[in-house]
């Protein structure tokens, strides 16, 4: 398969991965206002939960849902969107680098062990651990290297300064949420610079728009990424 085929392939991966994502908010949301619709009319229940034991009635699970759904769906998906660009990024790069492999830096200077040369069954298997290794430390580094790192090597043009800036605030609201329960702090300020949405100790949100717009900017990113790409392969 040609490396054309390869980021096509990966790209429609990508985008049928977003709209699952989407569509699974969407019908989530859907199936709380419908709750909500028929509570309102009459409808009386309990349920249970086996794992933890609480028992909620139809009322009370009514005035749980304005929770579940701004903050523990909106914050699933949110950090949903941004793994799943993570994983198609760095997908892309590490296609990228199989067929051009000239391209890692600093060969030279990053030697690979003599125990993975004799264990490794072929030359393509020893080029994938070098790969790997080189991308994994790269996940460590913040969004404007990676996609510095990606223009060093394939020159795409891709994405505008802007568009990395406001993922860059995007990742860093996931690692918030992820790490320190959603509480803003001073890494979460310096990460996000002049788009940073909260202060200091505030509890960081994902309302409806500011979700809808990073779902938006990933698809068109991944988009101008792939076109690029392709063009250049």
């Given at each position: 398969m040609?490396?054309?085929?390869?980021?096509?392939?990966?790209?429609d991966r990508f985008q049928t991965d977003l709209?699952?994502?989407?569509?699974?908010?969407?019908?989530?949301?859907?199936a709380w206002r419908l709750l909500r619709s028929q509570t309102r009319r009459g409808l009386r229940f309990a349920v249970r939960n086996p794992v933890t034991g609480s028992i909620v009635d139809a009322e009370r699970l009514l005035a749980l849902s304005a929770e579940y759904e701004s903050v523990f769906?909106?914050?699933s998906l949110f950090q949903h969107l941004i793994a799943l660009f993570e994983d198609f990024l760095?997908?892309?790069?590490r296609l990228w680098l199989t067929t051009y492999p000239a391209g890692i830096p600093n060969k030279d200077r990053k030697p690979v062990d003599l125990a993975t040369?004799?264990?490794?069954?072929?030359?393509?298997s020893i080029l994938q651990?070098?790969?790997?290794?080189?991308?994994?430390?790269l996940k460590y580094e913040r969004p404007s290297a990676?996609?510095?790192?990606?223009?060093?090597?394939?020159?795409?043009?891709?994405?505008?300064d802007e568009q990395v800036e406001r993922f860059t605030e995007a990742k860093a609201s996931r690692d918030i949420l992820a790490h320190n329960r959603g509480v803003v702090n001073a890494t979460y300020l310096e990460k996000s610079g002049r788009l940073a949405?909260?202060?200091?100790?505030?509890?960081?949100?994902?309302?409806?728009?500011y979700l809808h717009d990073a779902w938006d900017g990933i698809r068109s990113m991944a988009g101008d990424l792939v076109a690029s790409a392709v063009a250049r392969a």
């Open positions: 040609s490396l054309v085929e390869e980021i096509q392939n990966l790209s709209r699952a994502a989407h569509d699974y908010h969407h019908h989530t949301r859907l769906l909106n914050e760095f997908e892309l790069l040369v004799i264990e490794a069954p072929d030359r393509a651990t070098v790969i790997d290794r080189e991308l994994n430390a990676w996609f510095r790192y990606l223009n060093e090597r394939v020159k795409l043009g891709v994405p505008t949405r909260y202060a200091i100790g505030q509890r960081l949100e994902i309302p409806e728009p």
